[in-house]
Structure formats: structure tokens, C-alpha cells
């Protein structure tokens, strides 16, 4: 395989073409790189225009006295072949192009985009894009987009996206979801990088240990068949697919320009390649934070440990379908248990605690049982009752125990929490269960991520 | 069928039976009876007690000298049959029951819960319970059970859950969501009134638009039909069913003593009756907001108006997977569109706006085309650049039009909107596009929104 070139993600200078004062890309991008810590190493390029944001504004890139590791291209279509060749010239290695108009428009705009795909190559050049907002490192604080860098927590989740208000969105969501990213790159119309090189990249990447896929069709599907198992053998791939239906794909091909090809096919490839298939996009980030997170499982035996007898029983109904099992819990467990239980409890898998006090002892009985691989928790209650606790000075732990160092004592489970409730309650809930036992959005998923964490683990016991 | 007493929900005059000074149910009702004004009707009775609250406490309901509409029953479960002869003795018509420890716990406590069915029938009394916490009606500020009365706002969903803590979560979770229920209603184990009276009641309420009904099982399932049928041909009805699988059927009978019944029976059942079936919480609650809010659908075909291709394709994916279509948009809406579309924009359906400020004008010529009949509308665009506009004082309808005036303009077709985003986005979404183009929470739900809209157009079609 042929590493991208760390210039994309880690680039010592950096030119803009299509710089702007007019608003835009061109204008945003420069003001994000010169906040971020840029200004030192940014070059703007604009024929037009002779000093934006205080920088000095060259006409070509050409008349730039310094190496330059990135270029970032947002000048109009018609413009791009020459300003490329100018980036060749300049001996530059890494391209995002970001310009819209090409092979999703239409045969000319495909036409064009094969033209860029070979002057790549000719020139040794990589390019990413066109039609994309390249790519957003929070790591180093660099991003060729206009995104809030800020507010994103550095984190180990590569995400690929064809799509470039795709990206950006994700990066905006991302701090409100506790989704911390290494890198999330758009890869757009892929007139020369595509998702196999990015799989590649984020399989050897050292900060990334999830791999995050939103594809509308592969470019070449053998050479994706092989980068997908590659890369799953080393780390987990989730990918969401969409261009489904025969709608969905016209969809998909007025957009990024893509041949999303048959479902059922994508839906064998990915599973013969050790890859996660998502079912919505909720579910595709949902999973990434789980993988992020939580050790893999090692058997298809789950405890469910609830407050509510009814979000049990639906995460009960999820696992079932999937095809987990709820065994029954081991009588030192019962035992344990019927001795603090009120006697309106069932002391029983799913395990309803109910009002009782014991969540954090069922729990961690739950974790400690033998016979259960992995742990669904379910802890609601009314917010008025929590709410009259705290204002009465007692601790939100006297329902729930200390799930958090009940969790650092007994790390080898996955955990996965679900919960309803106000947003003061989720607050707190993310507080006290903590990112170990990663909060989902819903039952379902939560069943779906605990089977996603033993199915990986079975695709890598039997490699090797 | 048999009307439940007003009483339930409106009373005059109300005893609890089990007033506490230790905390729990016991306690937290009375307070916050007190706190919504029932002060001057409020009774408390426990035989141990002679204050409570600054209240006089009976030691027996049959000691009150005075009507009442309405008995809490919260004491336990041994004394549950001596407090309800006196309930009876006192001619007292409507009890709440919510006391657990009956048919969920096993033989014993079925045998009781039976007993009390025949006291109830004996006595002409009717009795929501036992396990559950009653009801919530936030437009006259009464609840059985301790919740944030004060944020809920009063609605048009009526909501029927069988378990109490399923009903307390709606309850916490409601205001963050823009659910307004008329009446929220947990029906525990039934030993008296069950879903087919709560069915009559709010097909037959003048406040309730929308029912919308979490079942773990039916009670009878012939009566459930009927009734079933029966509001769904005057209202919408939404059901969530668990216990769908072997292990969830387990749980549920452990839950609430259900007998969840085969789901291949109960799916046949709904689709019969013209109910919706929802197939999870959150999906419950979106299509519910939704019902409560849009108008039905009069045909299949719908438009995707999106300033994200790749959210679009999702929703066009869902859509045609539910057998919607997205036909062409007419000559007259493209015409229109084209002239002030860039270059590099596909004026199709659906229609990926982009960065192009014309989402308004989308939005629009997608509710006036006569060939659509139904709208998703996908407002995304990174905050960082709706943030730097707004911090230039651009309104950020600039972009996305004035929706909640168009919406004004065109009434007659249902839009729902889906959004990704921080929760500043959020929040900016619920302002500009108002409640009547409803926010559901996935791409997934916008469709399966829209399709229910259609279906029950076409149920109650065929009805008249």
C-alpha cells in the first residue's frame, strides 16, 4: 500500500487558493488557520487581491518563496487545471481540493475530474477531493474547513465521509456527543485519494484505534474488498452505507457522482471482511463511541441491569433478535442479591432493581458474574425524585452506587448505558457512569453495540 | 363501552392512602399535591400518623368526613384488600392502586391481584393498578405521582403506558422534546382497568388528538381489537409493543405479569386496526409529536429538500424502502428554481440545496408542487458559519428563508424535519421551523413519519 503523505494531516505551510475577502471558503478558511496558530506558515493565493486577513497575497503559486507541504484549492471550477499544475510545479505533495462541479453534475464534469485524477498521478502529486472540505485534525488543531476547532476534543476515531457538509456536521455534533475524533477527512468525488487509501491511512495511523466509514459507493470495489479487511484485522471498521435503494443510489449519484452498486453485494463484502455495517447514522457514531471505549466480548451471554422494567425489556427484545442470549445469572450472583432485595423484586436476568437502592450492587454483581460477558445498563429514575434527594444533601449514589469505580475495578466487560430523561439527567448520568460505560441513544443500539463488540471479537479470534 | 370515571383525572377531592413522613411515594405525592394546589381537598390516611405536611392524618378513610372523588392507594401489599373496602365503604368511585407486589411477583400475588378485580367489579369502584403511579394530567396540574408538573406543558397526546417508571421517564423527558401530553396514564397490572378503557377514554377525550399506547400485552385480546379499531377510526393511534421476542416476553411477564401473546398476531392485529406501529421508544414519541402537529398525507410521493446530499440520501433511502416515492419535481417548480440556482446545483428531487441560500425558496416550491404531497425538509449548514453570520448581524434566514412563513402560507401537506448539530443548532432549528414542521430525530424517522401520515390518510379514507 502507498502511505498518503503526513502532509495532508500535519502540514508545515500551507497555501490557499482562492483565498477571498468576499466570504465563502476562501475567506473562512484563512481566518480558522490564522486563530488556530497558522499565520506564521499560510500562504494566500488570488489574482486579484494584494493583502487578506493582514497576510500578503501572492498571484500564483509559483511566486511563493518558500516549500510549501499543503495546498488547499477553492478557486472556481474553471480555474482548478491551472492552479493544480501550479501546485505541481511547486513540487507541493498534498492537494484537498475543494471545488464542486465535477463528475456530480454531469460527462464534462466527469471528464474533468479524470483529467485531475491523471495529472496526479503524472505529477506524484495526491489529491483529495474535488468536491470536498478535505480534512479536520483536532489533534494539532489544523482543519481546511470552517469548523468550531475549539470546542472538538482530540480523540482516537478516524472518520471517513465522502461527503463534505457530511464532515463538517459531524465535527459540529461531535463535542455535544462525546465523539472525539484523530481525524475526520471528506474524501469527496475521488478523482485520485479514495476510502481504500484512508483505510489504509487510519489503519496504521498510531492516534486512531476506531475507523469510521459513511460511504455512498466504493471506487474500485476489489481494491476496497482487500483495504477493508486489512484494516479490520488491525482495527475495528464501522461503516454506514447508503445509496441502498434505486432511489437512494440516483440520490447518491447526483451527489458526490457516485456508483453505489448493489446492496446485497456491499452487505457480503462487508461482512466477509470483518467490517461493522451500520443502519443509521446515529447508530454508525453511536458504535464508533463504544469501539472508542469499551473492551470487545468475549461470548454472546449479556446481563441487562435496569430501573425500568419496560427500557429492559426492549433492550431484552433488541438482544434476543440479534441473537444474544440472557442467561440465567449464577446462583453466588442470586444469592448475593435476595439477600439486600426487597421482596417485590425478581431477582432475575434482565435484573429490574426498580426504586430499590441496589443498582450499583447489581451492577457490579452483574460484572462479576461468570457466566455474563457484557452489561446493558439501564439506570432511570423520575428527575423530581433525584432532584428532592440532592436538594436534601444526598448524594444522586445512594440509588446508584459508584458505577465509576465500580468500573475501574472490573474493566474486562463492555458496558453500555441507555437512559430517558431530562437533559440535567443526562448530565449527570454521563457524569456518574463516565465514558467506560459509554451512554448510547437507545435501546436498541445499545443491544446492537454489545453485538457488534463480540461479533469483532470473533472476526479477530479467528485470525489468529 | 363503559366511560371511566371523571374522577380520575379531574378530581375534587382526593385521599391518600399510605401518607408518609419517611419518604417515597408516600411522601413525595402529598407534597407536590400541595404544591399544585389541592391542598384544601387533599386527605391523608395512615393509621400511625397524625400530621403530615402541616395536614391531619386519618387512621382510616372510612374516619374522612367529607366526599371524595379520588383514592392513592400507596400502602403495602397487605393491606392493599382492608384499604380498598374501605374505598368501597366510602363510596368512593375511582382508585389509583399503586402498590407493586402482585401478579409480577408469581401465583400468590396473582391470586390477590384477582381478588381485587372482583372487589372492584363487586363495589362498582374502578381501579387503575396495582403497580403503577397513576396518571399525570398537566392541564389541571394533578399527578399521582412525584414529577416536574411545573415543565410539562399541557398538549393533545394522550399516552397510555402499562409500566409506572416507563410513564415517570416520559414524564421527566417530555419538556426537552416538545411533547405536550393531555394525559399521561400508567396502568400497571390490571387487575381492574386496562388499555381498552384507556383506549375509550381518550378516543372519547376532547383534549387528546393523538393516543399513543406502550404495550407489553393485551389484557383480552378480541376487546383490545375492537376497541383499538374503534380509536383509530376517530383518532391516530400509536402503539409500541414489546415482548416481542422469546427472552422479551419473559421479562414482560416478570415486569408486569403480561402475557405478551405471539407478535406475529399483534403486528397482524394493529395493521387491521389502523394503528401505527412504532418500532422503538423514540420512534413512538417522534411519530407521536408529529401526528400531534401535521396534517395527514394524501399520497405517496414525497420531496427531500436538503442543504446536505448525504443526509438526503438517507431520508431517500428510508422513504423508498417504505414504498414512498420522490417523483419529478413539476416543469414549473424546476423552471422556477434554475433561474436563480448555481451552477453547480441538480434541480431535483431531492433537492441538495447546498450552501446556496435558497433553502426558503426550496422549501417552498417543493410544498407548492402539485406532484408532492409531503415534505422532509434537512436544514444543515456548519455552525461556525451561521455563528460568524450571526456575529456579522446576518440573520441566519439569509440562508434558510423565513420557514415558519412559508409554513404559514402552505398548511396543507405534513413536513417533518430532521437536523444534526450542536445543541446551539438545535435550539436555532426548533425557532425558525416552528413546531408544525415537526423535528423527529433521524433521517429514518422523517420517513417512516411521513409513510404513517399516508397510511392513516388511506385507513381513514377507506372508512368514510
Redesign the interface.
Known sequence: MNQLPREFFQPRSIVIAGASKKG?FGS?IPK?LKRSGYADRLYLVNPREREIEGLQVYKRITDIDAEIDLAIVVVP?DHVKGVLEDCAAKNIRAVILET??FS??GPEGARLEREIGTLARNAGMRIIGPNCVGLINPHDRFAS????LE?MEPGNIGVI???G??G??????A??QDLNVSSLVTIGNRADVDETDMLYHFAADERTDVIVL?L?GAKDGERFRRAAREAAARKPVLVYK???????KR??A???GSMTGEDGLYDGLLRQSGVIRAS???ELFDLARVFARQPLMKGSDIG?VT????????A??A???LGL??PELSSATIDALREEAP??M?V?N?L?L??SHLFGAGLEAALRDPRINGVIAIP??????I??LMKAGVAPELIFGDPEQIRKTLPDKPVVTYT????S?LSLIRKMFGPHMTLV????TASKALWALHRYHLFRAAGE
Chains 1, 2 share one sequence.
Open positions: 465563502g473562512g480558522l471550477r464542486a462541479g456530480e453534475t474547513t470552517e469548523v468550531a470546542e465521509a465522502q461527503s457538509v457530511f463538517n456536521i459531524v465535527a459540529d455534533w463535542p455535544s459513511y455512498e447508503s445509496g441502498r435503494t434505486e432511489a437512494g440520490a447518491a447526483s451527489h458526490t443509521s447514522f446515529q441487562v430501573s425500568s422494567g419496560s427500557l429492559g425489556v426492549m431484552t427484545d438482544a434476543f433478535q442470549h440472557l421482596p417485590w425478581n432475575k434482565p429490574d426498580g426504586p432511570v429514575i423520575p428527575y423530581a425524585i432532584d428532592s430517558v430523561g431530562s437533559s439527567w441513544s437507545s435501546a436498541e
